[in-house]
């Protein structure tokens, strides 16, 4: 198993704020992808990044692949309360199909 | 599109039963399907991965003959927990994704079925 490392663990910010969440690993994967997961509910996905370097954006959401395709960051502009949630950053092997999941980091904004 | 539903989203089982979760693809065609187990404030672990019409196959210690898992169509795969004891309960999500296993193709994630052994 392929461990991934999410920080911080827990978060907890006012609406506004910037935040920066990161997925760092020892391993090289084939892609990375990110999850966002309310309580009770199965993880929906965000993105996935292929290629070392690149960079998505989706809305006020941003996501890096890093260089060696070891790690990532999603970072959140003007956060907002509907931006609560357990974001799970998971790596694809480059040898099967398994997902590695991180820990998560769980994201409040509060009003 | 690409939407997959669990049923039951909770249930709550006697120490030494068996409890059926079902897994269905609503409207694509699940070549194969994926069951994952998460303890509170803990990841997403993959337990087995199934490929409609073959045996599962289960990650490094995960007990087949305890959590037996179906594929018998394109639509619907099942997870039994058999004689489930407190520490099963857990929250369990499977996903489906519309290749075999060994390619890349996305999982679309189910909501889950949480489940509490007395």
């Known amino acids: 198993t392929q461990l991934l490392e999410q920080s911080p663990q827990f978060l907890s910010i006012q609406e506004g704020e910037n935040l920066t969440v990161y997925c760092n690993s020892s391993s090289v994967f084939s892609s990375l992808q990110w999850y966002r997961q309310e309580p009770g509910e199965g993880p929906v996905l965000l993105v996935t990044?292929?290629?070392?370097?690149e960079v998505k954006k989706l809305k006020r959401l941003t996501f890096q692949f890093g260089d060696a395709r070891k790690d990532s960051s999603l970072h959140i502009t003007a956060a907002q309360p509907g931006d609560t949630g357990l974001y799970l950053c998971a790596g694809l092997a480059n040898s099967g199909y398994a997902l590695n999941f991180g820990k998560g980091t769980s994201l409040l904004v509060t009003p | 599109g690409a939407v997959v539903s669990q049923h039951p989203s909770w249930v709550i089982c006697k120490s030494g039963t068996s409890v059926k979760i079902e897994c269905r693809s609503l409207d694509f065609q699940a070549t194969t399907m994926f069951w994952y187990r998460q303890f509170p404030k803990q990841s997403l672990m993959l337990m087995a991965t199934s490929n409609e019409g073959s045996k599962a196959t289960y990650e490094q210690g995960v007990e087949k003959d305890k959590f037996l898992i179906n594929h018998a169509s394109l639509t619907l795969s099942t997870l039994t927990v058999t004689s489930a004891h407190p520490e099963d309960s857990s929250f369990y999500i499977c996903?489906?994704?519309?290749?075999?296993?060994?390619?890349?193709?996305?999982?679309?994630f189910g909501p889950g079925t949480r489940l509490t052994v007395l």
């Open positions: 990044v292929v290629t070392g370097g």
């Open positions: 996903s489906a994704s519309k290749g075999l296993a060994g390619y890349t193709d996305t999982q679309y």
